[in-house]
């Protein structure tokens, strides 16, 4: 059995309800059998449990984060009894989402509650859908009509968007759908990124790729909550044009490893992603050569509504790469003011990793 668990995240009022439809319609035509664990801050809510009718916001914090991680236990393992091929679970808002509740000390003592990590919540989920809510953009469809457990007004919304997101920041597959565009094809592009994660049907993504001046790092994080990560990978020969690349991902000392196909076809980029374990991962690694692996730290950042990949290398004091990527081919970057560019460095091989990982090797 294939089973996927994703999360459906967004600000109030960003169109998740009806997203859940769409994805049920989409990919059960596409074979999937599809879950969805609805949202426990909802359920309390509208059932009368709240931060306000509980003794503190850490008492009700405490409670919601158990009964949501205990429904998806049990969803998985009513899942594993069924008579499917391919699983989608998908959780209305996931752990992680809890903590843009809570401040550092509530949410601490949360993890200390329950015995887990942050990055072991982060890591329970395969990829992150952040739906941006109405109230940036699109003010005028921000609505409480169908949510009676929505409290938030448009500007406090902005804020929830804006904190959700860097909570999941540094999550290997954290794609964010704005509003760029109106609720049906905000939603399209939803079941797109979806259908790509999966490897059915792929979107057509465009990546942008800027060459620019090394930025205050540590400006970065505190100004928009950059995440840092630290990435090994190394290339497999090609086969039947497929790219093959092996990478480990750590942050906080947490690692997941992956196997990555890449294609182009038309111009777009199509990815494919297996997850490892350390074993397999190390056994691939030695079949892959004698070339020592590139590494890299990543920082993960948002900025009007658009996620940034900033990758700085070892044998680069004075340079890095920024990346973006699209819908559209010819979609609009806003890239943010402390960032200065040196130029675009989109399409030119010199700056792909499989070529930096060649070209540096005796600094690798």
């Given at each position: 059995?294939?089973?996927?668990?994703?999360?459906?995240?967004?600000?109030?009022?960003?169109?998740?309800?009806?997203?859940?439809?769409?994805?049920?319609?989409?990919?059960?035509?596409?074979?999937?059998?599809?879950?969805?664990?609805?949202?426990?801050?909802?359920?309390?809510?509208?059932?009368?449990?709240?931060?306000?009718?509980?003794?503190?916001?850490?008492?009700?914090?405490?409670?919601?984060?158990?009964?949501?991680?205990?429904?998806?236990?049990?969803?998985?393992?009513?899942?594993?009894?069924?008579?499917?091929?391919?699983?989608?679970?998908?959780?209305?808002?996931?752990?992680i989402d809890n903590k843009a509740y809570m401040d550092?000390?509530?949410?601490?003592?949360?993890?200390?509650?329950?015995?887990?990590?942050?990055?072991?919540?982060?890591?329970?989920?395969?990829?992150?859908?952040?739906?941006?809510?109405?109230?940036?953009?699109?003010?005028?469809?921000?609505?409480?009509?169908?949510?009676?457990?929505?409290?938030?007004?448009?500007?406090?919304?902005?804020?929830?968007?804006?904190?959700?997101?860097?909570?999941?920041?540094?999550?290997?597959?954290?794609?964010?759908?704005?509003?760029?565009?109106?609720?049906?094809?905000?939603?399209?592009?939803?079941?797109?990124?979806?259908?790509?994660?999966?490897?059915?049907?792929?979107?057509?993504?465009?990546?942008?790729?800027?060459?620019?001046?090394?930025?205050?790092?540590?400006?970065?994080?505190?100004?928009?909550?950059?995440?840092?990560?630290?990435?090994?990978?190394?290339?497999?020969?090609?086969?039947?044009?497929?790219?093959?690349?092996?990478?480990?991902?750590?942050?906080?000392?947490?690692?997941?490893?992956?196997?990555?196909?890449?294609?182009?076809?038309?111009?777009?980029?199509?990815?494919?992603?297996?997850?490892?374990?350390?074993?397999?991962?190390?056994?691939?690694?030695?079949?892959?050569?004698?070339?020592?692996?590139?590494?890299?730290?990543?920082?993960?950042?948002?900025?009007?509504?658009?996620?940034?990949?900033?990758?700085?290398?070892?044998?680069?004091?004075?340079?890095?790469?920024?990346?973006?990527?699209?819908?559209?081919?010819?979609?609009?970057?806003?890239?943010?003011?402390?960032?200065?560019?040196?130029?675009?460095?989109?399409?030119?091989?010199?700056?792909k990793d499989a070529v930096l990982a060649v070209d540096?090797?005796?600094?690798?």
């Amino acid at each position: 059995m294939e089973l996927t668990k994703i999360v459906i995240t967004g600000g109030p009022s960003a169109g998740k309800t009806t997203a859940m439809s769409w994805i049920q319609n989409a990919f059960t035509k596409l074979g999937y059998t599809v879950l969805f664990i609805p949202e426990t801050a909802t359920e309390f809510i509208s059932g009368g449990v709240a931060p306000w009718t509980c003794g503190t916001n850490l008492e009700y914090q405490k409670v919601q984060m158990r009964l949501q991680l205990e429904k998806e236990r049990l969803f998985e393992q009513a899942a594993r009894t069924m008579r499917a091929e391919k699983i989608l679970l998908v959780c209305d808002r996931g752990a992680i989402d809890n903590k843009a509740y809570m401040d550092d000390a509530e949410f601490s003592a949360v993890l200390a509650d329950i015995g887990m990590t942050e990055e072991e919540l982060k890591l329970r989920y395969a990829a992150v859908f952040h739906l941006v809510t109405a109230a940036k953009g699109a003010e005028e469809f921000y609505t409480y009509a169908n949510n009676a457990a929505r409290y938030e007004s448009v500007s406090q919304a902005v804020v929830m968007d804006d904190r959700l997101i860097e909570c999941w920041g540094g999550h290997p597959h954290l794609y964010i759908i704005d509003n760029s565009v109106e609720l049906r094809e905000k939603l399209r592009n939803l079941i797109v990124r979806i259908a790509g994660f999966l490897g059915v049907d792929p979107p057509a993504d465009y990546e942008r790729k800027f060459l620019i001046a090394m930025p205050d790092l540590e400006a970065l994080v505190r100004t928009y909550g950059a995440r840092r990560v630290e990435i090994e990978q190394a290339y497999l020969p090609t086969v039947d044009g497929e790219q093959l690349r092996l990478r480990k991902w750590v942050e906080d000392d947490h690692a997941i490893y992956y196997k990555t196909r890449k294609r182009r076809v038309n111009g777009s980029r199509i990815e494919v992603e297996e997850r490892l374990t350390q074993k397999v991962y190390s056994h691939l690694l030695e079949e892959a050569g004698a070339e020592p692996p590139l590494r890299k730290i990543r920082y993960s950042l948002s900025y009007q509504k658009q996620l940034f990949q900033l990758d700085v290398y070892p044998f680069w004091d004075d340079r890095a790469v920024l990346k973006i990527e699209l819908d559209e081919k010819d979609g609009e970057v806003a890239i943010p003011p402390e960032l200065h560019v040196l130029r675009e460095v989109t399409g030119e091989p010199e700056y792909k990793d499989a070529v930096l990982a060649v070209d540096h090797r005796e600094e690798l």
